[in-house]
């Protein structure tokens, strides 16, 4: 019998950038891909599980080839990590005649695996999909689809993987798989026409069409100084970055604290100085010239992938005033230019000063989302009501533009304090405040107060008797300090923040 698939279009390609760790394990040869065992303390992050977990020993110990699985796979707004098939046939045809296929989905070791339930579920019934796996690297879970719920068969501990490999295999193994009939047990399908059959090609994907108008933007901004703003904004779009997205990084905040921390100066005297005649200002000052892919660069070796960096200058200061004379264009010339450059990026990060000046004005009215990140001591908090009232102000000039009301992703807390008393006693009644005094959404993620972040910002390298600048992100420190359990731990707790980010984007 078939199975009607949905009866909307379904698009499906290959991510256009998988993990490198995924690509160079594709490229080895299978009997070094294999590993003979699992170690889940081996995985410290998101990116680990996937290339550690399944794709080095689930993938290979279950049966499946590189031509038979498919990693960061989308189907119209759905996006799986990983979707293996018994057989490997191109073009797949979701009906009843279909191969069989397993979902798989990687979560961070530090996360739950029962908040993801729903989501495998809504894959599982929406692509007509029997078998799913969740897991966190500490935990194996395998789900079966029985009508229109989902039903857990198979669960074990990391630790105790290696001893339950066969059993996962009698399951969801390639061999089990071509064994297994493709429908769901106990559906019954009755329709008067034939079942519709949607042709899904696996094929490079047209960027353009992917990414056209999906591009978001984010404001990273306080009007509180000395909260971590940079900070969050440039490793926030490093862990964007390692997870396959094409960002942008705008500093708009005359200190120019991100265009020094992704790399961009360099120069040690005046004269070298590259950035004063192409930075933000020229972006604001014209609507005929410097837009923004004449203005970007990239991150000078601060990052891997790199990201591009439109620079700021201390020159901005001088720039305002002009701008102030004509702030009813310049406040919406960034939304313009970046509208024509939003089938290069998915995300742009905006990172803002901490005042309420044109340059604030400019980065809120071209955001989607505001992230706020505070160290939630009074100083900061009693700011809140402030910004506040500036979103306010903000939201009316949007409105004006035909632009909805910013959507504020929460109050984020930084450089909070890793003291166990003060984690115990004083840190619940400061969060506790976010929602209950001042009425804004609280992040769940937390990024603590840590010297390896200012460390990897202010790394140098010698070039002759000078000290050249040659800052690093977290996450690409946290690489090279593998055994740096601080850096490791900053690292992991930015890559949390990159993924509630993005499921905040999809709700």
Known sequence: MKSVVSPYRWIVARSTIESRVSLSLRNTAPERRNILSFHPQLCRNESEVESKLIVNYLLPKLGYTP??????????????????????????????????GVVMEAKHPGQKLDKHIPRLKRYL??????????????????????????????????????????????????????????????????????????????AK????????????????????????????????AAALSKKGKKVLLIDIDSQANSTFATGLIKFQFEEDDNLRDCNIYHLLESSDFYFVKDVAKKSNYFNTPEIDVIPSHINLIEGQFKLNRMAATSINRLVTKLKKTDNDYDIVIIDTPPSRDLYAQVALTAADYLIIP???????????????????????????????????????????ATNQKFLQYTFPKQRNAIPEKYNLPLMETVIYERTVLSECTNKTITVGELQIPDPKSIMDYAEVKSYYQPAQAAASEFELLAIEVLEKMEE
Request: charged letters at 25%; a positive charge.
């Open 67 to 100: 031509d038979t699985w498919h990693q960061e796979v989308s189907f119209g707004r759905i996006r799986l990590d990983f979707l293996a098939f018994a057989i490997q046939k191109i073009p797949f045809v979701l009906d009843g005649d279909s191969p069989s």
């Open 125 to 202: 019934i929406s692509l007509n999909l029997r078998y799913g796996l969740l897991t966190n690297a500490k935990e194996i879970r395998i789900y079966e689809r029985f009508n229109d719920d989902i039903q857990l068969i198979f669960q074990c501990s990391g630790e105790k993987l290696d001893s339950h490999i066969d059993e996962i295999k009698s399951l969801i193994g390639r061999g089990s798989l071509k064994e297994k009939p493709t429908e769901v047990p106990s559906v019954v399908i009755k329709s008067q026409n034939e079942p519709i059959k949607k042709t899904v090609q696996i």
């Open 205 to 236: 994907p047209n960027l353009e069409t992917k990414r056209k108008s999906t591009m978001k933007t984010i404001a990273v901004y306080h009007n509180k100084g000395g909260v971590g703003k940079t900070t969050v904004a440039v490793n926030l």
């Open 374 to 416: 505070s160290d939630l001591k009074p100083f900061a908090n009693q700011g809140l009501s402030s910004v506040k009232n500036f979103i306010k102000e903000i939201n009316e000039g949007r409105e004006a533009i035909g632009k909805p009301s910013i959507n504020v992703m929460g109050v984020l807390p930084s450089k909070i």
